[in-house]
């Protein structure tokens, strides 16, 4: 049974800096940081598959935010800077079990609530 808890939202100036965190339990292959805002389909953030490796990111974050796994932990990081109001949206944790790739398609299978990012 996989559950997924994210925290660390919250707002802040452009240009500055957030850390997300993910209680991921029981993930078993692939995780990932999605993230959304309202009218907009869900965005794939960054990917990577469980214990940290292979790490994918969208364009629009590369250079920007890093994802990480701590796997003694089961906990998911997405740390975040030079942020710019465009990153502002809800960021959802996400995991999949085996597939062929962590990033693109399909669709994960579990997700987190959500936690609000909000850059001014």
């Known amino acids: 049974h996989v559950q997924l808890v994210e925290s660390g939202g919250g707002s802040v100036q452009a240009g500055g800096s957030l850390r997300l965190s993910c209680a991921a339990r029981?993930?078993?292959?692939?995780l990932g940081w999605f993230r959304q805002v309202p009218g907009k389909e869900r965005e794939e953030v960054a990917t990577?598959?469980?214990?940290?490796?292979?790490?994918n990111y969208a364009v629009s974050v590369k250079g920007r935010f890093t994802i990480s796994h701590d796997y003694a932990k089961d906990t998911l990081y997405l740390q975040m800077n030079n942020l710019k109001p465009e990153d502002t949206a809800v960021y959802y944790c996400?995991?999949?079990?085996?597939?062929?790739?962590?990033?693109?398609?399909?669709?994960?299978?579990?997700w987190g609530q959500g936690t609000q990012v909000t850059v001014s």
């Open positions: 996400a995991a999949a079990p085996w597939r062929r790739s962590c990033s693109g398609a399909p669709p994960y299978n579990y």
């Open positions: 029981g993930a078993t292959y692939c």
């Open positions: 990577v598959y469980v214990g940290g490796h292979n790490a």
